[in-house]
């Protein structure tokens, strides 16, 4: 497993450093029990050890035991998508699908790492402090919202959502949070969780917010497809105060 090149693709992304952390954690553990993942790439891209970590909600319905090599306490159908979703991950890193990493500002005076390393810590500093602003004021996102994952992100087979509420009428309400400009991509990825968390609850009743300073004209575009989906921009205001 490339480690280094693994976290410096995460950090590429716009992941979060707790996701950053639990992504290299569970690839490694999946490592661990089952052997190199770029041996396992080489061999069939990494399809037949996806295959093995298969675990569907009928299987859960039916309370199939866990079949694979890794042990865990807790329930089966969310450790075994998690730890799917951390292969399908690593894939994506070897498939060379984002390959930005490799373009840099070449004319700055610090190298690579440190560049990576500093961006990370202001991104990752203000998406927590963003979250954490919204959960202390949820209502002000809005009326009649309840936070109901335990005040941490939950982990779905597609990911992990940023924060997970329910409206004012008891339904499920998806939110996710981008500190910038929030593109298509950034659609595609609350749907997915918004389809993840239906699955789940066995529920086709479920909502999506996307909080973001602005959306582009594809995320736009997109979201006016979707009733469901809420787009949501944010501002910062600042007081100034005389010592």
Do not use: C
């Amino acid at each position: 497993m490339q480690n280094e090149k693994y976290r410096a693709w995460l950090i590429q992304q716009k992941y979060q450093q707790a996701t950053i952390t639990a992504q290299m954690h569970r690839a490694s553990r999946v490592q661990d029990y089952y052997g190199d993942l770029d041996t396992h790439y080489a061999t069939d891209g990494l399809r037949s050890l996806i295959s093995q970590l298969e675990y569907s909600i009928q299987d859960k319905r039916s309370n199939k035991p866990n079949e694979t090599k890794i042990p865990f306490d807790g329930d089966i159908y969310n450790n075994l998508a998690s730890y799917r979703d951390a292969i399908k991950r690593y894939k994506r890193f070897l498939d060379g699908e984002n390959e930005a990493i490799d373009v840099l500002d070449e004319t700055s005076e610090l190298p690579i790492p440190e560049l990576i390393e500093q961006y990370d810590n202001q991104q990752i500093s203000l998406e927590k402090d963003m979250q954490a602003a919204i959960r202390l004021n949820i209502s002000q996102l809005e009326a009649g919202l309840k936070i109901t994952d335990g005040g941490k992100e939950r982990s779905v087979e597609t990911g992990y959502i940023d924060i997970m509420a329910v409206d004012s009428q008891g339904v499920p309400v998806v939110i996710e949070l981008k500190t910038g400009v929030a593109g298509q991509r950034a659609v595609a990825q609350i749907l997915s969780y918004i389809g993840s968390v239906m699955e789940e609850e066995n529920n086709s009743d479920v909502r999506g917010i996307l909080v973001a300073s602005d959306f582009d004209k594809k995320a736009r575009a997109a979201a006016k497809v979707v009733p469901s989906l809420s787009l949501v921009r944010y501002q910062f205001s600042f007081k100034f105060f005389k010592e």
